[in-house]
Nanobody, 134 residues
Framework: EVQLVESGGGLVQAGGSLRLSCAAS????????MGWFRQAPGKEREGVSC????????YYADSVRDRFTISSNTAKNTVYLQMNSLKPEDTAVYYC???????????????????????????WGKGTLVTVSS
């Protein structure tokens, strides 16, 4: 069974940076894409970014584009999310997920017209908390 472990969350001031990591086991990256989601208290989980094997497809939500960068190390089955220019509204628990490879492709190809949502995704990490102070 796929297992995912996030790390790198913490408390930062607005304008600061963090890098999140997600390490996968029992997993072959070539068979999946990897995604990042986030959930603020009282809010629904929202899609942030995804990346397919060999970076064939990459997607960013409008709210994070030009500030966040997703990357991967396929040999290590690890995906990263570099978060710069953080804002208080970025405060949330951040989750990584293994998703069908085709899902990230179609989300990216349609420019987000096919929504990047959490419904139906089977493999999740337990999350890492990011808190951005004003």
């Amino acid at each position: 069974e796929v297992q995912l472990v996030e790390s790198g969350g913490g408390l930062v001031q607005a304008g600061g940076s963090l890098r999140l990591s997600c390490a996968a086991s029992e997993f072959t990256f070539d068979d999946y894409a990897m995604g990042w989601f986030r959930q603020a208290p009282g809010k629904e989980r929202e899609g942030v970014s995804c990346i397919s094997a060999n970076e064939g497809s990459i997607y960013y939500a409008d709210s994070v584009r030009d500030r966040f960068t997703i990357s991967s190390n396929t040999a290590k089955n690890t995906v990263y999310l570099q978060m710069n220019s953080l804002k208080p509204e970025d405060t949330a628990v951040y989750y990584c997920a293994a998703i069908p490879r085709e899902y990230c492709t179609i989300v990216a190809t349609t420019g987000g017209r096919v929504k990047f949502e959490y419904y139906g995704i089977d493999y999740w990490g337990k999350g890492t908390l990011v808190t951005v102070s004003s």
